[in-house]
């Protein structure tokens, strides 16, 4: 199956090489080397020219930034290159002495560009090459499609090598295996939304925990069978009550889709902060609230009822929606035909929806006119009191309101939508700027209060968050910042919302902290999906470190005093009493070694000791201290092992366990001391998590040296 494959880079090459000269020799010289760049760019699996080569890695290794830490599958991958880690004594001292501080990013990994890296990532070692079909699996665990657009160039480009491969590997475009060549250069085109989505640098980091919650969320939502359908019209009692869609879109694009995402349905009142929003971009505020209030009514969302200054409530009730209407028609777009206005209005939500499915109902159109006592009532009531602009021609700004709610659309485009909204009006998945921010932040004040009919304010107190429901089923949540969500199913509550949408909505704010007040900073009991599971490790890592390597005892004490594990370790293995040992702050390394008891003697990812540091660095008072500290706790550890022969109990073999962030034989012998010692420590003996072994109060001081 496999066996073109090898040459496949090769043979690709040439083809494209061929085909790079037929057409440079037909041009003019002048912008023959300008043809040349410019094909060589897009033709990336072409390799003429050492020169031209080394142009496009240049430009490639700008354009996209070296991938340091990946994250798959919840796993943390380290990369190094193995040619450039020293093997002897020297090599070391030369690394330490270009060193400074250990926290510094690696060098020699960032020479290494994004492309190379995620090859090492899935390629196998057996065969030298990549599966597609796992590289696109990870990248979907982060929640890019295939069909993202954003990654369409990719898709394009395995469909092309697998067509100049004649089809040969025996697998689809998408399940082919590539050689480390044809890899970089198919996914280059893509490769810094590839890098940021195995880098865990999207909105929601761990997108695949995150969804493991919401599946959850939506099968007890599942679950629920009241709510009755809407029946007004036919088409809308004919629904399956079963049908439970829900789809979710991060501002980066992150999709994650559950159960009927496909089924068409209309829009219904989930049109009115769209078209709302189109008013707002042409006409501003200003105009558009001197015809529609932004108060929530308090009463039925078609009820006949008009503010003290005569306008409709706000425009996510009928008489709101319908004014809005009115607006497109007679300010937006007055010479605009009927026709031509419905086509404009639905470019807009297509846009919004990055492409995604949006059509349009005819027989719930026909039904809604059939079935609108109630809306030509509201029309003509807002007619008597003078709502409208001039020029509004009432038929047909209704039967444009029909229209709106008439739209076809499902849950996955709708979710699209909804992170438009969450995203200041950029969609995410085409990063068209559809909408100005300060439109956006109108809707979304307007579907924060007004947003879920008569259940507006409990929702805003109880969900905290901007929604628009309908009567077909649907509700539009918006996160602003975060994410889009679309729940869909048709049984409503007696005020009109999808009871598994509100559901939904009411769970997932109780179990992550995306209420509009949740306190980020205070609030500990829910989650928030939008944290790097190595954020909070990693700062306290920088900030111990930092600590250590700038002599600061006092910040070392408040770590300690803060329970933070001070034997943590940055990524080269290197510990808080390197650093001090590095910098020779010897009375740091007193500290980390009589009060926080670490272990004296942790190798660091070159098999580096503390007292290699301050050798190195020639800070002999503390070369002598750690040398003096090191024969002490082999002796303490000499005695602990021929107490235990003779008598091991089980507080003993606590005692004499290593520390169990540090397994290796030549962690530190010395137990940890809990508890009164009789020496003065500012440290309470249960302060840190470093002190683990708390039986050990009544013998540690005779095993710790220094005593
Ligand atoms: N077409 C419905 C109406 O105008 C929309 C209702 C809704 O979704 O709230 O009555």
């Given at each position: 199956m496999l066996k073109g494959v090898p040459t496949l880079a090769g043979r690709n090459l040439r083809l494209l090489t061929v085909h790079h000269r037929a057409k440079a020799s037909a041009a003019e010289p002048a912008e023959q080397l300008d043809q040349e760049t410019d094909l060589l760019k897009r033709a990336k699996f072409g390799h003429t020219g050492k020169q031209l080569q080394q142009k496009i890695s240049t430009e490639k290794k700008l354009r996209a930034p070296p991938l340091l830490n990946l994250v798959f599958a919840n796993r943390k991958l380290s990369f190094y290159d193995p040619s450039s880690t020293p093997k002897t004594k020297e090599d070391n001292a030369k690394l330490n002495q270009r060193r400074h501080y250990s926290m510094r990013p690696h060098r020699e990994q960032e020479q290494r560009n994004a492309e190379d890296v995620l090859f090492d990532m899935f390629a196998s070692e057996e065969t030298g090459l990549i599966s597609m079909g796992k590289f696109l699996a990870g990248l979907k665990t982060t929640g890019i499609r295939r069909s993202d657009p954003r990654v369409r160039e990719l898709m394009d480009n395995l469909k092309k090598v697998h067509k100049l491969n004649n089809y040969e590997t025996g697998s689809s475009a998408e399940t082919q295996h590539l050689n480390r060549e044809t890899f970089k250069a198919v996914v280059a085109p893509n490769i810094v939304l590839i890098a940021k989505a195995f880098r865990q640098q999207f909105v929601i980091p761990d997108f695949t925990s995150f969804v493991k919650d919401i599946e959850d969320i939506y099968h007890r939502c599942k679950t629920n069978t009241l709510g009755k359908l809407a029946d007004y019209i036919p088409q809308l009692a004919r629904y399956n009550p079963d049908s439970w869609g829900l789809s979710i879109c991060t501002i980066d694009g992150q999709r994650f889709s559950m159960g009927d995402v496909e089924v068409p349905f209309t829009l219904q009142s989930c049109s009115k902060p769209l078209t709302y929003a189109i008013a707002l971009e042409k006409l501003g505020p200003k105009v558009v609230h001197s015809y529609v209030g932004q108060e929530p009514s308090g009463r039925n969302f078609n009820e006949l009822v008009l503010d003290q200054n005569k306008k409709p409530h706000n425009p996510m009730i009928n008489a709101g929606a319908i004014l809005t209407c009115s607006l497109m028609n007679a300010l937006v777009k007055p010479d605009m035909t009927s026709a031509e206005i419905f086509d404009y209005t639905m470019s807009w939500f297509k846009r919004l929806s990055g492409g995604e499915y949006i059509g349009f109902n005819n027989a719930v159109f026909l039904s809604e006119r059939e079935a609108a006592d109630r809306n030509y009532a509201l029309g003509f009531y807002m007619r008597e009191n003078k709502c409208f602009p001039k020029r509004t021609n009432l038929k047909e700004v209704m039967d444009f309101y029909f229209q709106c709610c008439s739209m076809e659309t499902n849950c996955e485009a709708m979710s699209v939508i909804a992170a438009s909204l969450a995203n200041g009006g950029i969609c995410p998945t085409t990063e068209e700027k559809v909408f100005r921010p300060e439109v956006i932040r109108d809707v979304l004040s307007i579907m924060h209060s007004c947003g879920t009919y008569d259940y507006s304010g409990q929702f805003a107190f109880k969900v905290g968050l901007p929604a628009k429901s309908g009567v077909s089923g649907g509700m539009m949540l918006v996160i602003p910042n975060v994410m889009g969500i679309f729940a869909w199913s048709p049984p409503l509550d007696h005020l009109g919302n999808t009871v598994r949408g509100l559901q939904f909505c009411e769970e997932l704010v109780s179990m992550f902290n995306f209420h509009r007040y949740d306190n980020l900073k205070h609030l500990s009991n829910k989650k928030d999906p939008r944290k790097h599971r190595y954020e909070t490790k990693g700062l306290s890592i920088v900030n111990l470190l930092f600590s250590a390597a700038s002599g600061d005892v006092t910040a070392l004490r408040r770590h300690r005093l803060s329970g933070m594990d001070i034997t943590l370790a940055d990524y080269d293995g290197r510990t808080a009493l390197h650093l001090a040992a590095s910098e020779g702050h010897l009375e740091c390394v007193k500290f980390l070694l009589e009060q926080c008891h670490v272990p004296h003697n942790p190798k660091d990812r070159?098999?580096?000791?503390p007292v290699d540091e301050a050798e190195n660095f020639g800070h002999t008072h503390v070369v002598e201290f750690l040398r003096s500290w090191a024969e002490k706790a082999d002796l303490s550890s000499e005695e602990c092992k021929t107490e235990a022969v003779t008598s091991t109990t089980q507080a003993d073999e606590e005692i004499c366990s290593t520390s169990d962030l540090d397994t290796s034989p030549a962690a530190s012998p010395i137990p940890t001391p809990v508890g009164g010692s009789g020496r003065s420590s500012p440290v309470p003996s249960d302060a840190g998590s470093t002190a683990s072994a708390g039986s050990a109060s009544s013998i540690d001081d005779k095993t710790k040296p220094g005593l």
């Open positions: 070159w098999g580096n000791l």
